[in-house]
């Protein structure tokens, strides 16, 4: 099983990043999968997900607006989408697939940094 994520960078505040998280060695469209971030001193916060049904996703209201998730079933691939981002938005970003017996698996994680 292995989930990478990859897209992460520093960017300037109101800009914008696409994190993508490649699944493989499992059937990615029976799980429902999320983004988490954990900032330094922080924990681990979920920011979004979007069930293995499809559907509209869920996002945390720090987000909300300005985050955009998405999943392509035939790449098995999740995205991430973020614009207008903020300082309060650096951490490791996790994607994280979740299966219907809470069975997790977690990629490695990938830095996003804002400042100017």
């Known amino acids: 099983v292995q989930l990478v994520e990859s897209g992460g960078g520093l960017v300037q505040p109101g800009g914008s990043l696409r994190l993508s998280c490649a699944a493989s060695g499992f059937t990615f469209s029976s799980y429902d999968m999320r983004w988490h971030r954990q900032a330094p001193g922080k924990d681990r916060e979920l920011v979004a997900s979007?069930?293995?049904?499809?559907?509209?996703?869920n996002y945390a209201d720090s987000v909300k607006g300005r985050f955009t998730m998405s999943r392509d079933n035939v790449k098995s691939t999740v995205y991430l989408e973020m614009n207008s981002l903020k300082s309060e938005d650096t951490a490791v970003y996790y994607c994280?697939?979740?299966?219907?017996?809470?069975?997790?698996?977690w990629g490695q994680g990938t830095q996003v940094t804002i400042s100017s």
């Open positions: 994280n697939a979740r299966g219907i017996f809470r069975n997790d698996y």
């Open positions: 979007i069930s293995r049904f499809g559907g509209l996703p």
